[in-house]
């Protein structure tokens, strides 16, 4: 995005804001207590993972018009500044500290890969503005005492939830099916690494007999997966697990069609259920057994229904993962500022403690920001298989966040965080 971008934005949100022409008039007092709030936002908007930065911030445009409409934060209109990181993580805290020391901006809402946020939650260390990661969801992130700070959340699903749940789904269909030679295929970094070793360990758990006898590490935005494709069929695995995403999904699933891999072999990949993927591959295998990302059947409610149409009528395109986990940012930033009624970053990262709202992606209705760690629970998960067409995953096996707790809760002490 330019900086020319960037200005468009900064006047339509002050458009938003309503009553801005009506504080001129106003007595210094009230124009003071109703100054307008500037939250920034980093994410990537260019290149073959663009569709996360811009899914993203269309996603907390759309929810800011409504908080905007209804008096703003705290009584203070929003006006929201976007800066492309490129996908790169100096770039990434490089904008951060532009958009807090250059543009006035007391809140970060953190848009960037799992790769960014760590670099992000660095500088809201050090500048100590209320910072919500939206997008990251490498478990450590949160769980990790040693990288958390009380002025950063995350709204985001995680790494370990997924796994959880996705293992306890794909063991079962091992011991059916017995699927004992397993392989894995992610992106080499971070979130690809560490949510691959929490899947495999807890498919290990609940079906002992399995076994990995190839693992592959492709790089982001990796152009030919030709290599990649070779080595799994080489390896000729029973199953094969993967959690890449977005445009990589995509190539990959296009490349790996021409090899007829989805034909020959069960393929879980907990992010194909995501319309970003599901309506961009060219042709869609069907039976791909996936965790839900964002489709509006799931949950089956009239609510999420409505939030998915809203978006796509505004947008001309379906919403994405990241698309929802902005917007329930953007609900809890609304929430936090009614409860503290305020916008210092102490009081609303006091009132996100614990905060539980109503959302149309909960599993049941509503998500709580849990206060141990920060991060949020409760959102819909589960797992199901694809077909080639609307409403691409129609049946889903709902995730167990009882065991997810409990699972997660072993694993935090396995790692010393608790």
């Known amino acids: 995005m330019t900086d020319n971008d960037s200005r468009i934005g900064r006047r339509a949100a002050l458009v938003l804001g309503g009553g801005a022409a009506a504080m001129l008039a106003a007595p210094w007092v ?3 207590q109703a100054r307008t709030i500037k939250i920034g936002m980093p994410t990537i908007l260019s290149g073959r993972v663009a569709t996360l930065g811009i899914s993203s911030r269309n996603a907390v445009m759309m929810e800011m018009e409504k908080v905007n409409a209804a008096g703003g934060l705290a009584g203070r209109p ?3 500044i976007f800066r492309d990181s490129k996908a790169q993580p100096q770039e990434a805290a490089r904008v951060v500290r532009e958009l807090v020391n250059t543009d006035g ?3 970060i809402i953190d848009g960037e890969a799992s790769s960014g946020s760590f670099a992000v939650q660095e500088v809201a260390r050090d500048l100590k503005m209320l910072t919500i990661h939206t997008c990251s969801e490498t478990s450590s992130l949160s769980a990790d005492p040693k990288l958390r700070i009380p002025n950063a959340f995350r709204c985001v699903r995680q790494g370990v939830h997924d796994s959880v749940a996705g293992a306890a789904y794909a063991a079962k269909i091992a011991k059916e099916k017995g699927l004992k030679k397993w392989a894995t295929c992610s992106p080499d970094y971070a979130y690809g690494r560490d949510t691959t070793a929490e899947f495999v360990g807890y498919l290990k758990q609940f079906a002992p007999d399995v076994e990995i006898v190839s693992e592959s590490w ?14 799994l069929l080489q390896a000729n695995p029973q199953a094969v697990y993967s959690c890449i995403w977005g445009g990589d999904l995509t190539a990959f699933i296009d490349q790996g069609n021409l090899y007829g891999v989805f034909s020959k072999t069960p393929f879980f990949a907990v992010n194909m259920a995501d319309y970003t993927v599901l309506t961009a591959v060219k042709n869609l295998p069907q039976g791909i057994h996936s965790g839900n990302r964002y489709i509006k059947t799931f949950p089956m409610t009239p609510q999420n229904a409505a939030w998915g149409d809203a978006y796509r009528e505004k947008f001309k395109e379906y919403p994405t993962n990241w698309s929802w986990q902005n917007a329930a940012a953007v609900a809890f930033l609304a929430a936090a500022a009614k409860k503290a009624n305020s916008t210092d970053t102490a009081k609303m990262s006091e009132a996100l403690m614990g905060l539980t709202i109503d959302s149309p992606f909960g599993m049941n209705g509503k998500i709580t920001m849990r206060a141990e760690d920060q991060t949020i629970v409760d959102y ?4 199901g298989t694809t077909i080639p067409k609307e409403p691409y995953m129609p049946n889903v096996t709902p995730g167990d966040w009882k065991q997810i707790v409990e699972l997660e809760t072993a694993w935090k002490k396995s790692k010393g965080y608790i």
């Open 30 to 32: 009230a124009r003071a």
């Open 78 to 80: 929003v006006e929201m």
């Open 105 to 107: 901006c007391e809140i």
């Open 218 to 231: 492709p790089k982001l935005a990796q152009p030919d997966y030709t290599e990649t494709l070779t080595k």
């Open 380 to 383: 819909a998960i589960g797992w």
